[in-house]
């Protein structure tokens, strides 16, 4: 690993890596590789057009692109400009990211495409960079910043229907990135796997980690994500040898023959997952048929990154632990607004450490609702995760599930990631969400949709009543051909409601 050939800054960060390893390759697309010479003078040539724009150190810059090679040397540019970014949602509607923009005020907004056009007729007074405008190439001229100056601002949704921005300093984005170096012995013949849109903190990895080791990037095709078979040529093409992303597409190549596996993804030797629960028998198949993979799970929120980890070393057998603490953080459970540290004890993950947000942008109340601030926290700053976790030995942690997942069925409260669980290992079941559906004038139900080949009801709802008491079992089925995912990967939980509900109307 080399690593300490480049500063820890962000503005400088892909300017020395340039100067350190030139003809390194730095993105590999289909088009072909580009080196790291080449990546830093697209970013420079941008660079210039946001001064020429009016961007200034401490401004913010909307960035609103997949995660291309353009894409990731706009990141760059807009850190060594000294303002920091603001990843918009490709398939967001133009409202949403006018709301975020709202949210934010950037100073200009860098993108590609259709979708600029559309932000541009939605915001006409904000200064456009257009990405698919050729400019020359241009050395970059970092600006310098304080670590704990602005980095970036991603958009998470808020409990008002307004966007929220979560505010993270720069010092936060690279502890992160230098940890996952570090943890993962990421060196420069490595080739990371770029699964997640820019506004995921999952991309936080792959943007900075890369340039911080002198690997490579191969950002992944979206569409691939349910093809199996296209992805693991994909794969093979790239020569991924580090793959971190939301479980989704990690199941569905555990679909794959060992043998197909093994020689598509022969180079592959580390996986990482995070963003959601990884269904056990789903990853247990994956390993079983992917053996000389390392395999953790990452554990965090937005305004965390992360913050514990948890080695896979065997196929589980039942949920995996989320694990004990990650980049330097310090956790614990509260209950009651009281700490407890006792084995098994249960209550809400508190975090404190080095990739800790700020806060969130120009939201103080909400801010002061779930930050805490001072001294006795370690890197100044704490986040109250709302997650449930369970104490197991060794300073880990099982995660139990976020308190708005956890519903009351006659009475009796439940988390649904259990009932999706055991749904998962019943058989042809290849998808699975469980949501809580409350008819007017009637008790809440459990409704579950799978996804599948051949799928007998009356077998699932049997599998269930073995491994669960009946009243956590769903009471209705809806096959569907794949379960709708968020734009960062995750369960899209509210329109799998929406669909039980005009299946019932």
Not at 149 to 164: E, I, R
Not at 185 to 203: I, K, Q
Not at 223 to 242: C, D, H, K, N, R
Not at 451 to 469: E, I, K, V
């Amino acid at each position: 690993m080399n690593t300490s050939t480049v500063r820890h800054s962000l503005s400088t960060l892909l300017a020395d890596r340039a100067a350190a390893t030139p003809a390194a390759t730095a993105l590999r697309e289909p088009g072909g590789d580009l080196a790291y010479r080449e990546l830093a003078a697209l970013a420079g040539g941008i660079q210039a057009a946001l001064t020429e724009a009016g961007v200034r150190p401490g401004d913010r810059v909307a960035v609103l692109a997949p995660q291309t090679a353009a894409a990731v040397a706009a990141v760059h540019a807009v850190l060594a400009a000294g303002a920091a970014y603001v990843p918009l949602d490709p398939a967001s509607p133009p409202a949403r990211w006018a709301a975020v923009c709202a949210m934010s005020t950037p100073r200009a907004v860098v993108g590609t495409g259709e979708a600029l056009a559309k932000l541009t007729a939605e915001l006409p007074h904000l200064p456009v960079v257009d990405l698919d405008v050729p400019r020359p190439g241009a050395a970059l001229a970092p600006v310098a910043r304080e670590a704990a100056d602005l980095g970036a601002v991603l958009p998470t949704s808020g409990s008002t229907g307004v966007p929220k921005g979560v505010a993270i300093s720069r010092e936060a984005l690279l502890a992160f990135a230098s940890w996952m170096v570090d943890t993962f012995e990421v060196a420069a013949d490595d080739v990371l796997a770029g699964f997640s849109p820019l506004h995921f903190d999952v991309s936080v990895f792959s943007l900075f980690g890369s340039a911080l080791a002198g690997a490579a990037l191969a950002p992944a095709p979206a569409q691939l994500a349910g093809f199996p078979a296209e992805l693991a040529a994909w794969a093979e093409e790239a020569g991924i040898t580090v793959w971190y992303s939301v479980p989704y597409p990690l199941a569905r190549l555990g679909t794959l023959d060992a043998a197909v596996l093994e020689r598509r993804l022969g180079r592959l030797r580390t996986v990482c997952f995070a963003g959601e629960v990884f269904p056990h028998g789903r990853l247990a198949t994956l390993m079983g048929r992917m053996p000389w993979v390392r395999y953790t799970n990452l554990y965090g929120p937005t305004e965390t990154n992360v913050c514990t980890f948890e080695p896979v070393t065997a196929p589980p057998a039942g949920p995996v632990a989320i694990g004990g603490p990650a980049c330097g953080a310090e956790c614990w459970v509260e209950r009651d607004g009281e700490r407890v540290d006792a084995v098994g004890e249960v209550g809400e993950l508190i975090v404190a450490g080095p990739t800790v947000a700020d806060g969130y942008w120009g939201n103080a109340e909400e801010t002061a609702r779930r930050f805490r601030f001072g001294p006795r926290y370690r890197s100044g700053r704490a986040y109250a995760t709302g997650d449930q976790v369970r104490i197991l030995p060794g300073g880990r942690y099982a995660y139990l599930g976020r308190r708005d997942h956890m519903v009351k069925i006659r009475g009796q409260r439940l988390e649904l990631e259990e009932v999706e669980s055991v749904l998962g290992t019943a058989e042809g079941v290849t998808g699975v969400c469980v949501v809580a559906v409350t008819p007017p004038g009637r008790p809440t139900v459990l409704c579950a949709a799978v996804t599948g080949d051949r799928l007998d009801h009356a077998a699932l709802r049997s599998h269930c009543r073995g491994r669960l008491p009946g009243w956590a079992i769903p009471q209705r089925f809806l096959e569907l051909p794949a379960i709708p995912l968020t734009s960062t990967g995750k369960t899209d939980r509210q329109e799998v409601r929406r669909r039980i509900a005009a299946e019932s109307a």
